[in-house]
T-cell receptor, first 112, second 112 residues
Framework: KAGVTQTPRYLIKTRGQQVTLSCSPI?????VSWYQQTPGQGLQFLFE???????NKGNFPGRFSGRQFSNSRSEMNVSTLELGDSALYLC???????????FGSGTQLSVL | SQQGEEDPQALSIQEGENATMNCSYK?????LQWYRQNSGRGLVHLIL?????REKHSGRLRVTLDTSKKSSSLLITASRAADTASYFC????????????FGAGTRLAVHP
């Protein structure tokens, strides 16, 4: 069974631009979560989707948004990029609630 | 903060020795999970212990959970150089679906 796939692996953007990151969960997994990892703040929860519905949201500004499609694939979008958005963005999928998460390799975003 | 907090922040040992990492948290949990991360890659799930469990084993890993003290520990026995990584505990907050609260992690270095 294929693991969680995130694309692209690396991304370089400039301030003010927007970016869309993609995540394909493990087949059959309906929950997709997103996390941001930075050296200063560590791993922070962004949001979680289950069957196309956002069930939970972290403490991030509205520039961070996401969605989930009917095939459980998910995208997250960051608009008006700031230097501080440079981070490793990790996607994780799970069968249901309160279960272990399977993480992808992440998208390394650099904002110049 | 609901954050899981690991102790120590860094640990350096020789191959064959045991490594113990501790975690404390501040809220009610459904379960507590431990993950490993190798330098900037995705996280790998190690073990999940539910709130009504006190101890769990998986290979060379042993996890304990004390909900009265809101603490957990991860023991890696007979460590190997390949165990070198960062280890994170992640409490799954009650009612938070798959929202995990990660601490800063413990950086483990195992020397041959």
């Amino acid at each position: 069974k294929a693991g969680v796939t995130q694309t692209p692996r690396y991304l370089i953007k400039t301030r003010g631009q927007q970016v869309t990151l993609s995540c394909s969960p493990i087949s059959g997994h309906r929950s997709v979560s997103w996390y941001q990892q930075t050296p200063g703040q560590g791993l922070q929860f962004l949001f979680e989707y289950f069957s196309e519905t956002q069930r939970n949201k972290g403490n991030f500004p509205g520039r961070f948004s996401g969605r989930q499609f009917s095939n459980s694939r998910s995208e997250m979008n960051v608009s008006t990029l700031e230097l501080g958005d440079s981070a490793l963005y990790l996607c994780a999928s799970s069968l249901g609630s309160n279960e272990k998460l399977f993480f992808g390799s992440g998208t390394q975003l650099s904002v110049l | 903060s609901q954050q899981g907090e690991e102790d120590p922040q860094a640990l350096s040992i020789q191959e064959g020795e045991n490594a113990t990492m501790n975690c404390s948290y501040k809220t009610s949990i459904n379960n507590l999970q431990w993950y490993r991360q190798n330098s900037g890659r995705g996280l790998v799930h190690l073990i999940l212990i539910r709130s009504n469990e006190r101890e769990k084993h998986s290979g060379r890993l042993r996890v304990t959970l004390d909900t009265s003290k809101k603490s957990s520990s991860l023991l890696i026995t007979a460590s190997r150089a390949a165990d070198t990584a960062s280890y994170f505990c992640a409490p799954s907050v009650s009612g938070g679906y798959n929202k995990l609260i990660f601490g800063a992690g413990t950086r483990l270095a195992v020397h041959p």
